[in-house]
């Protein structure tokens, strides 16, 4: 999978496999932002530290910037909008895109960290596969 369908998908950065929220749908809202602890494909822990996704607020303020910079120019340079109009078109597309925004900067911000390992996954099953509790059996002398 490409970087760029990997990101649209909220997949793991490191296997492209694993999901990075526990409810596909940005709905209901009270689960919009429960991440599994780890990727199910390659073991990636996706909370590295206390407080790590507190830089996803300046992706997500990059994002809205970018947001109002188009709506802008469509709105109100390009269909002539007055200004308490465009405010409010803005406002509204602001609220109902808000769930996704927050998942895609939280998204983005986990990319800068991690890149793309093809072998994450065969790492991470042969590390399982080392870690196998040992059987209890007993041997007669």
């Known amino acids: ?82 200004v308490i109009s465009f405010l409010m078109i803005y406002g509204i597309t602001l609220l109902l895109l808000s769930p996704f925004l927050f998942r895609y900067s939280r998204t983005l911000f986990l990319y800068l960290f991690y890149s793309y390992e093809p072998l994450a996954k065969q790492d991470y099953l042969k590390s399982l596969q080392l870690y196998k509790p040992i059987s209890t059996t007993t041997v007669a002398v």
């Open 1 to 82: 999978m490409k970087k760029s369908a990997a990101i649209l998908a909220m997949k793991c950065p490191r296997c492209h496999e694993g999901d990075l929220f526990t409810n596909h749908s940005a709905f209901p809202l009270r689960s919009l932002h429960k991440m599994p602890e780890h990727c199910k494909g390659c073991g990636l822990k996706f909370t590295p530290e206390p407080g790590f996704y507190t830089g996803a607020m300046y992706v997500s303020y990059a994002i809205n910037i970018g947001l109002f910079i188009t709506t802008f120019f469509v709105v109100y340079i390009g269909l002539k909008v007055e």
